[in-house]
């Protein structure tokens, strides 16, 4: 039997390892997307929301049931991700313009925390809505899911620019980013 073993510079391999680990967090979940403003966990929520038909105009449902479809569907890390996203997108203080409306406890500007997913409800607000316009025609391209039984856009069609309005942050490995919001009025 021959031998297979392929000296390496352990520093060049470090080296690439860490690039490549560090690219694959930056893209995959660290950094929001300066195409709709996006993390992929908020872009799954509103995504989901959608599909659930949780309109401006419609009834909000309880926030269990959109953490439910998002982890079952699109972001099967759990719903201890989920669910602070979701509040996140919907809290005033710290979203300039709100992508989800939200209803019952969704915590306080002084560090509070929501009440659990099983008492609050949200709806999507019109701009988060306003992210999802023209989806329908082929603006934006789909890609499947973890089990491949659906498909998820890479990015939502974005009628606003998010990322200039709402700002973003993040931390992914060996890089940071600090955005901060901007008037909607100011950006269109």
Not at 33 to 45: E, N, Y
Not at 70 to 89: E, K, Q, R, S
Not at 101 to 107: C, D, I, S, V, W
């Amino acid at each position: 039997m021959k031998e297979n073993i392929v000296p390496i510079n352990v520093a060049d391999e470090m080296q690439k390892s860490f690039l490549d680990y560090s690219m694959s967090v930056i893209i995959s979940r660290a950094l929001p997307d300066a195409r709709d403003g996006l993390k992929p966990s908020q872009r799954r929520i509103l995504y989901a929301m959608d599909g659930l038909g949780v309109q401006p105009n419609r009834k909000p449902v309880k926030c269990a049931k959109i953490v439910g479809e998002t982890m079952g569907n699109f972001h099967p890390h759990g719903d201890m991700a989920i669910y602070p996203t979701l509040v996140g997108m919907g809290q005033w203080w710290g979203t300039r313009h709100l992508l989800i409306e939200g209803r019952g406890n969704f915590g306080s500007i002084d560090g509070d925390p929501p009440a659990s997913m099983r008492y609050t409800e949200a709806r999507l607000h019109h701009l988060g809505a306003a992210l999802m316009n023209d989806m329908d025609r082929d603006t934006v391209d789909f890609v499947p899911t973890y089990d491949e039984r659906l498909t998820e856009p890479v990015v939502l069609p974005a009628a606003f620019p998010n990322l200039i309005v709402n700002g973003g942050t993040g931390i992914a490995v060996g890089m940071a980013t600090n955005i901060p919001p901007h008037n909607l009025g100011e950006t269109i």
